[in-house]
Structure formats: C-alpha cells, structure tokens
T-cell receptor, first 111, second 118 residues
Framework: SQQGEEDPQALSIQEGENATMNCSYK?????LQWYRQNSGRGLVHLIL?????REKHSGRLRVTLDTSKKSSSLLITASRAADTASYFC???????????FGGGTRLMVKP | GAVVSQHPSWVICKSGTSVKIECRSL??????MFWYRQFPKQSLMLMAT?????????EQGVEKDKFLINHASLTLSTLTVTSAHPEDSSFYIC??????????????FGPGTRLTVT
C-alpha cells in the first residue's frame, strides 16, 4: 500500500537551479530512502536516512528528516540536465525491510 | 556489489499465455526478494514478498494463483504471470535484500521487465 505522498508531483527547472522534493508518511519508520528512476528503467538507490538522523548529505544531494512531522525532503543542488528522472521516497517500518513507496516526483531539468 | 538482474528485459505475449520473469542477485545472497508492479507514470506497488524456501506473502488484491512466485534459491526468484491478459501489461520490478555485506534495510533493484500482453 502507498504510505508516502510526494510533492510536487512534477517539477520543471533550469539547469543550475536547485530542486526540492518533499515526502510525507503516516506511520513510524526505521528509515527513509530516496530512489531515482529514469524513464522505463529500474530504481537507483540514492540515500538512506535513519529515523534518528535529521540530515544527510551525499554529493549534490541533501536529505532531511523530521519525524515529528513525518516528512522528508530531498534537495538536489546545482541541477543538471542528467538529473531529469522520477524521484521516489520509500519508508521502511520498524518491523523489517519492506519498503512502502511514495507517489514520486517527476523532475525535468532543462538545459 | 549488490547487483540484481532481471530477464527478460521486455516481453510481448498473447492473451491467455503464461510468462516467466527471472530475478537474480548476482553477487550476494538474497534472503528476501520483492516483486513490484509499476503502471505508466505511477509509483511502485508491492505485489509480494518472498523468502528463500518458503511461500510468498502476497499483498492485498494480488491474486496468488495468477502471479506465481518461486524463490527456490538464495540468488533466484521467479514471477510467472499465468493466463496473461492485456490489463496485466505493466513494468515488473524485483528487488532483493539480504545479510552479509548488504544491509537488511536496503533493497537492490533489478532493471525491470516490460510486459505487453496483446
């Protein structure tokens, strides 16, 4: 079942700008993960943030987690045309490793 | 490391026939494999979870007799779509997680299989 909701559903920006995507969820989690999917392809794992972490960085990616608001954000700085893809958040509950995906944000970065 | 492959990458079949999709973990032992379905411009919907050597656990609304899942070894799971119909046309993605060097909380995804039923 879909737990997470992401907004915006679609985002179009110019190359060089920052892109921010948000994800909300409903139940307690062990961790939250962000994935990227190019059209018609599989998912690529971007970053995992645990429930006791508030912020994590990986290259041009910055993820925040606010467990009190049950929300997370993914920031891509200095975007590139190659960042064009769909981005999904997924939560893993405390019970195990099953992932529940959000609806995704389709990002288009115009050169 | 942690590479998952799927075969075939795309398949076209006639209505009423069965199609088998393979999911392999190439460099780690996957104690758990997951099967997802994704319709165009939508998110991934979990279909079932399978643990090696035991029966798969299906999500609500997924017909276990139509979507047969076998996880016979720690590196291979198969999904068979039986008596396929056009509404089964979708993108099927598997993922795997396991112990050893991989975190049990991380899933590694295959590249997906595009099924078209005519």
């Amino acid at each position: 079942s879909q737990q997470g909701e992401e907004d915006p559903q679609a985002l179009s920006i110019q190359e060089g700008e920052n892109a921010t995507m948000n994800c909300s969820y409903k139940t307690s989690i062990n961790n939250l993960q962000w994935y990227r999917q190019n059209s018609g392809r599989g998912l690529v794992h971007l970053i995992l943030i645990r429930s006791n972490e508030r912020e994590k960085h990986s290259g041009r990616l910055r993820v925040t987690l606010d467990t009190s608001k049950k929300s997370s954000s993914l920031l891509i700085t200095a975007s590139r045309a190659a960042d064009t893809a769909s981005y999904f958040c997924a939560t893993s509950g405390e019970a195990g490793n099953m992932l529940t995906f959000g609806g995704g944000t389709r990002l288009m970065v115009k050169p | 490391g942690a590479v998952v492959s799927q075969h075939p990458s795309w398949v076209i079949c006639k209505s009423g026939t069965s199609v088998k999709i393979e999911c392999r973990s190439l460099d780690f032992q996957a104690t758990t494999m997951f099967w997802y379905r994704q319709f165009p411009k939508q998110s991934l919907m979990l279909m079932a979870t399978s643990n090696e050597g035991s029966k798969a656990t299906y999500e609500q609304g997924v017909e276990k007799d139509k979507f047969l899942i076998n996880h016979a070894s720690l590196t291979l799971s198969t999904l068979t779509v039986t008596s396929a119909h056009p509404e089964d046309s979708s993108f099927y993605i598997c993922s795997a997680s396991g112990g050893g060097t991989t975190s049990i909380y991380e899933q590694y995804f295959g590249p997906g299989t595009r099924l078209t039923v005519t």
